[in-house]
């Protein structure tokens, strides 16, 4: 099947936009409360956001112009106005309110009151926090970049943290932010969003010290394998080293791995019964014996 190629100049603006925001996802959720120049609250939702700097603490949302008719959002006329924004953080237990408040309601209404949030009154700026997100962070605002004029052209709000606030159930024992526990929503295309649950995160060791070895380093018996995946091989050329002729000769002796192979007389067939053993190995978070093993189905194989 051949692949959908274009060049985006040849797509109209929806079209586009439809490409861009359900591919480019998960996005994290910029719910942005401001004030205009006389103090009107708005609060409002954007997914082009992510944090960029940690010292000092920036973080940047993009405001687009509406596509149908090109005008700017409240928000974006806001922080213009009053340079100051509150960015809270979504989660599951306020995702449908959040949603509510991307109604496109008049000027001077207050989304708060809409999607029933609390609004609690900030440290070192004039908006407000939503009193239930479980992180808030104050912030001033010290550059707004339009990047166009047009229908979807994006606005850069530069947002430096002031202050912060965290709930506090929401802290493990070292008082630092619980992934699992803080259920954070995330934006995908269309209609559709992530939900960050324990069951949808894993975790990817990596080498802090050292370099993994590389894939380009694994037998090419393991390389070429119809049985390992890429995740495979990449979590195998993540190892900090190769493994040693013990530790290969040890991979060969263990149960599993005579049993396979006393099942197969061909050496394809040894070879791919060695490399589900790999896999299951890989799975129980036993790399160090996976990595042994493919060198060791290697010998197997060329024998």
Known sequence: MADLSFDPKDLSQAELHHYLLSAVA?????????VDATGRVNLSPFSFFNVFSSN????????????????????LENVLAVPEVVINIVNHPIVEQMSLSSTEYAEG?????????TQRPSVQVQPPRVGEAP?????????VKALGDGPGAGNLVFAEVVHVHVREEYLDENRQLDTPRLNLVARMGGSWYGRMIPEALFEIPKPLQRQGIGVDQLPASARDSTVLTGNNLGRLGNQERLPNAVEIE?????????SALAK????EARLKAMHHEVQALLEAG??????????AGDVFFHK
């Open 109 to 117: 209404v207050n989304e708060f009151v809409k999607a029933g949030l």
């Open 286 to 295: 036993q790399d160090r014996e996976a990595l042994a093993l493919v060198f």
């Open 26 to 34: 998960p996005r994290p959720i910029c719910f942005a409360s401001t």
């Open 264 to 267: 197969h007389t061909t050496r």
């Open 135 to 143: 992180v808030a962070f104050e912030c001033r605002v010290t550059e």
């Open 250 to 258: 040890d991979s060969q002796r263990t149960a599993s791995v005579q």
């Open 56 to 75: 000092p603490p920036v973080m940047i949302f993009s405001p687009s112009r509406r596509g149908r008719d090109n005008t700017t959002k409240h928000t």
